[in-house]
């Protein structure tokens, strides 16, 4: 067995990390939000599997532990990487960034989890909005649903964008009410889908919704997007 004595040892796996990150030149996603975070990437995995060679967080593994053993499981044949990030204070997915370096970024939503840690709605904001500050400062891509004013306030700024959303975006969903799971419309480049899914409740369309945009984006065909 190999040891290296260090001075501290968190410190010296999220520099690892980082080191790890910069061996490759692919797509790194990074996904933070209140809610659905961990849904929408493992949705987000399923359909860029489907045509790309794709690593994403294990389970909620989010944190300042979580977050660098993601990086470290990135293997040389990765042609895309999904990042899932938690948060419950200010400074913190802005100190993740630093480590995942992400190209493209996605807030699900921000609401009233953690409201104690971040001091307060505008705090949660803030503390989310840290994924977008990254971005903006290095020409990155966000992926944002327009339905969500105020991640169109946050975002300001910020000129590359994928839309999805029920209106006034690129990708178009409209909910279809028929059985116990979520069913809906999709317009995606002139196009209508109806998709299917193994998801309950309607809080899971955007999640869905946000997939499609990603898959649409990295070139995969609705039909591969609606399988996956």
């Known amino acids: 067995e190999q040891c290296l004595l260090v001075e501290d040892v ?10 790890h990150r910069r061996q490759f030149n692919i797509p790194f996603i990074a996904i933070t939000g209140s809610n659905g975070k961990t849904t929408t990437k493992e949705l987000l995995h399923q359909v860029l ?18 977050v660098p053993l993601t990086l470290l499981k990135i293997k040389q044949d990765a042609q895309m990487a999904i990042v899932e990030m938690g948060a419950n204070h200010q400074k913190e997915i ?3 960034c630093t480590i995942v370096e992400p ?25 989310k909005g840290e994924l977008y500050d990254f971005i903006r400062n290095h020409d990155g891509s966000i992926f944002i649903n327009t339905d969500l004013d105020y991640l169109d306030e946050m975002a300001k700024g910020i000129a ?26 999709v317009l995606s480049s002139g196009l209508e889908t109806v998709i299917q899914t193994q998801l309950v409740g309607d809080y899971n ?17 609705i039909d591969s997007i609606k399988i996956a």
């Open 205 to 221: 369309f955007p999640n869905a919704l946000a997939a499609i945009a990603v898959g649409n984006y990295f070139d995969i065909d």
């Open 49 to 66: 599997a489907t045509k790309y060679i794709t690593y994403a967080t294990e389970g909620n593994l989010n944190n300042h532990i979580g």
């Open 103 to 127: 190209d493209f970024a996605l807030i699900t939503n921000v609401g009233k989890a953690h409201l104690e840690g971040f001091g307060g709605l505008e705090g949660v904001k803030k503390g």
């Open 94 to 96: 802005e100190f993740y």
């Open 160 to 185: 590359k964008r994928i839309t999805y959303g029920s209106a006034n975006a690129q990708i178009i969903g409209r909910i279809l009410h028929q059985d116990d799971f979520l069913k809906f419309m």
């Open 10 to 19: 968190l410190v010296t796996l999220q520099q690892l990390a980082l080191h």
